[in-house]
C-alpha cells in the first residue's frame, strides 16, 4: 500500500514513522510534511493541506489506498468531504463531525444532550454579559474561545482580573480572530487531567493507552498555555477503574451521540478529561490524534496501524496490542514560545538512546533550522517511566540547547 498523510508537525512525523513500520506499506507521502521526516524515510509531497484539489489528483495519480488526516484545520476545511466525493478512502471525521473540535459550544450541546459528565458552562457573543456571569460566579473559572486556536485558546483564570483580562483579549482585542468571537465560561474542575484516545468509527470505539500532556509553558505548570511541553504514558496515578468509567460513560456515549445527531464520527477521537473527586469529566474533545501525545502513545502500539486504519475503512473490526513499557516525551521550544520566539537555529543533535519527531523545521542551505515555536521532541522507551525520563533528559541535557527551553518535570506527577 502507498498512504498519504496530511499534516507537517510532530504528531504527523510520529505517525508516518509507524505506518512506515508495516509490512503492507511501501510508501508513506505526507503533504507538506517537515525535512527532518526524511531521515526516516518518509516522503515530502510539495502541496498544501487546504489544496484538496491537488491532494486528490496526486492520491488518484499514485494509487493512494486511503489518506490519513493529522491536524485540525483541514477537517474542518472539509478535506475528509471532498475526497470522499472523488471516490477516494480517508480516514477522518467530516466537516460536520469535526465540529466536535472546531466549536467548544457544539462539544458542549453534545455532552448536556447526552449525558455525559463535564463542567457547567454558559456562551456569550456579547462581551458584557460574559463579564457580568464571570463576576456572578467569580474565581477560579475557565475562560475558552469557542474557535479554535492552535490550543492556546483557554485560559484557567485564578482571579477575577486574570479571567476579566482573558474575555477581553478574545472579544475585544481579537487575539484568537474570529475564533474568540464566541466564547465559553466553565467551571474550574479540580483533578488529575489525562488524555484518552481512541480509534472511531460510528459507534465502534477502540481505546487506546492514556496519556498526560503538559499544557503550561514551564515547570511546576506555570507559565501561559502552550500546544503542549511533553508528554508520558502509561499514567500510574489514574486507576483502570477510572478509564474504564471514562469510556463507558464518555467516550462511547460521545459517539453514539454524534449519530444521534446525524454528525456520525470516524477517526481519532481525543477526550481530554480530568478525574475529578466525582468521577472523570470532559474538559475538551478533540477530532484528531493530540501533539504531543501521539508521540508517546504511538511507540507503545504493537500491532500494526496501517492495518488498523486499513480495517476501520473496510468496515473490519481491528486488532490493539499494547506494550507495557513506558514512554516520555519532552519538547524543545524556542526561546520566547508560545510569544514572539527565535527562528533560525542550528537543530541539536541526540544520542541514539532516544527518538526525534520534528515539528517546526526548515530547510535552509540543506541543513535543518527551527522555524516554529515547538521545534521537535524528544521521546525515549524504557521499562518505568523514571528510567525513560532518565534517556530523555540525559539525551537534551548532553546537546547545545542554547535559545531553546523545554520542561524538566515531565512524567513526575507519576511518582
Known amino acids: 500500500m502507498k498512504v498519504l498523510i496530511i499534516g507537517s508537525g510532530g504528531r504527523e512525523h510520529a505517525i508516518a514513522k509507524k505506518m512506515l513500520e508495516s509490512p503492507k506499506v511501501t510508501d508513506v507521502f505526507c503533504a507538506k510534511g517537515n525535512p527532518g521526516m526524511k531521515k526516516d524515510g518518509i516522503q515530502?509531497?510539495?502541496?498544501?493541506?487546504?489544496?484538496?484539489?491537488?491532494?486528490?489528483?496526486?492520491?488518484k495519480e499514485q494509487g493512494i489506498a486511503w489518506t490519513f488526516v493529522g491536524p485540525e484545520i483541514p477537517l474542518l476545511n472539509g478535506i475528509v468531504d471532498d475526497f470522499q466525493k472523488a471516490g477516494l478512502k480517508i480516514f477522518g471525521p467530516n466537516r460536520a463531525a469535526a465540529m466536535i473540535e472546531g466549536s467548544k459550544e457544539?462539544?458542549?450541546k453534545l455532552m448536556v444532550n447526552n449525558q455525559i459528565p463535564t463542567a457547567e458552562y454558559e456562551a456569550f457573543t456579547d462581551y458584557e454579559a460574559a463579564c457580568a456571569y464571570v463576576r456572578e460566579k467569580g474565581a477560579p473559572i475557565v475562560i475558552k474561545a469557542d474557535g479554535l486556536a492552535a490550543g492556546k485558546g483557554v485560559t484557567v483564570a485564578l482571579t477575577l482580573d486574570d479571567a476579566l483580562q482573558a474575555l477581553k483579549e478574545m472579544m475585544t482585542d481579537h487575539r484568537f480572530g474570529e475564533s474568540g468571537d464566541k466564547v465559553v465560561v466553565e467551571e474550574f474542575l479540580a483533578g488529575e487531567e489525562f488524555s484518552l484516545l481512541a480509534f472511531v468509527k460510528d459507534e465502534e470505539v477502540y481505546p487506546m493507552v492514556i496519556a498526560q500532556d503538559h499544557k503550561r509553558a514551564y515547570d511546576g505548570d506555570q507559565g501561559p498555555n502552550t500546544g503542549g511541553m511533553g508528554a508520558y504514558s502509561p499514567v500510574?496515578?489514574?486507576?483502570?477503574?477510572?478509564v474504564t468509567s471514562a469510556l463507558e460513560k464518555i467516550v462511547k456515549p460521545a459517539a453514539l451521540g454524534m449519530i444521534k445527531n446525524d454528525t456520525p464520527f470516524t477517526g481519532i477521537l481525543y477526550a481530554g478529561l480530568i478525574a475529578t473527586?466525582?468521577?472523570?469529566?470532559?474538559?475538551?474533545?478533540?477530532?484528531?490524534?493530540?501533539?504531543?501525545?501521539?508521540?508517546?502513545?504511538?511507540?507503545?502500539?504493537?500491532?500494526?496501524?496501517?492495518?488498523?486504519?486499513?480495517?476501520?475503512?473496510?468496515?473490519?473490526?481491528?486488532?490493539?496490542?499494547?506494550?507495557?513499557?513506558?514512554?516520555?516525551?519532552?519538547?524543545?521550544?524556542?526561546?520566547?514560545y508560545p510569544n514572539d520566539y527565535k527562528k533560525g537555529m542550528d537543530i541539536p543533535t541526540f544520542n541514539d538512546q532516544v527518538t526525534v519527531y520534528y515539528a517546526g523545521v526548515a530547510d535552509k542551505n540543506e541543513a535543518i533550522v527551527a522555524s516554529g515555536g515547538r521545534v521537535l521532541l524528544v521521546e525515549a522507551e524504557a521499562d518505568t517511566i523514571e528510567a525513560a525520563q532518565k534517556k530523555v533528559y540525559q539525551a537534551l541535557d548532553e546537546?547545545?540547547?542554547?535559545?531553546?527551553?523545554?520542561?524538566?518535570?515531565i512524567g513526575d506527577k507519576s511518582k
Not at 46 to 59: G, W, Y
Open 399 to 409: 546537546a547545545t540547547t542554547k535559545n531553546y527551553f523545554y520542561r524538566r518535570d
Open 106 to 108: 457544539f462539544a458542549k
Open 44 to 59: 515530502r509531497l510539495d502541496i498544501a493541506e487546504d489544496d484538496h484539489e491537488a491532494l486528490i489528483s496526486f492520491a
Open 277 to 336: 473527586e466525582k468521577g472523570p469529566k470532559v474538559i475538551e474533545f478533540n477530532a484528531r490524534f493530540g501533539d504531543p501525545e501521539t508521540q508517546v502513545v504511538l511507540p507503545r502500539l504493537t500491532s500494526d496501524l496501517a492495518q488498523i486504519i486499513d480495517d476501520l475503512l473496510n468496515n473490519c473490526k481491528p486488532e490493539l496490542t499494547w506494550s507495557e513499557r513506558a514512554s516520555v516525551g519532552v519538547v524543545l521550544a524556542a526561546e520566547g
Open 236 to 242: 500510574p496515578q489514574i486507576s483502570s477503574e477510572i
